[in-house]
């Protein structure tokens, strides 16, 4: 296979990812990269001519597809809510390996307020509330309640997993999950 094949572009998107994901956008450095892969220092700008931040804009850029097939797109099915918002967060869990995988969006913030995936990572946090707060008013709840019950979740979903993680605690995590159905199925206000 020929370096410039999808092939293995993928695997080290891959790759990438679970680097990212792990270390974070500021703890990753190309040498890191090199030694995760196993490819020069060439090859990487061969792949990424843009360096670091171009690898990361394509980790985004598989998180955000990555979550619009598994955590959107069951929000936006004709399933009753209930049914909607447990496979998004049957989604979540698995994503996040039941509490003890790290969340590449939190690892993707750098410690810069305007690092350069922060325009990327925070639409994908509104695109997530958005689609969460559509399936709630297509169930029948106002837009305005939606919108903050969408939020509250996320809150519970990013926070449980920080918890979860700190305190080595599964279950921290599944309490969490089980907060955001909560607040997210409730009837109608």
Not at 54 to 79: G, H, K, W
Not at 162 to 188: C, H, M, P
Request: aromatic share 6%; glycine share 8%; hydrophobic share 50%.
């Amino acid at each position: 296979m020929t370096p410039s094949s999808p092939e293995p572009k993928a695997a080290l998107l891959g790759q990438l990812y679970e680097l990212f994901r792990r270390k974070g956008y500021d703890g990753v450095s190309i040498g890191d990269i090199s030694a995760e892969t196993g490819l020069g220092r060439s090859s990487l700008y061969h792949h990424f001519p843009g360096g670091k931040a171009e690898m990361a804009q394509a980790v985004l850029a598989f998180t955000r597809t990555t979550m619009e097939a598994n955590f959107l797109a069951p929000l936006s099915s004709d399933a009753p809510l209930p049914a909607r918002i447990g496979a998004m967060l049957v989604a979540v869990d698995r994503a996040y390996q039941s509490g003890e995988g790290p969340c590449v969006l939190a690892a993707l913030l750098s410690a810069s307020d305007d690092g350069p995936l922060s325009a990327g990572l925070a639409q994908l946090f509104q695109d997530w509330a958005a689609a969460i707060a559509a399936s709630l008013t297509q169930a029948g709840v106002d837009a305005a309640e939606a919108r903050r019950r969408a939020i509250t979740a996320l809150a519970l979903i990013q926070g449980g997993l920080i918890i979860a993680r700190g305190l080595k605690d599964r279950s921290a995590f599944a309490a969490a999950l089980a907060a955001a159905n909560a607040t997210l199925v409730r009837a109608a206000a």
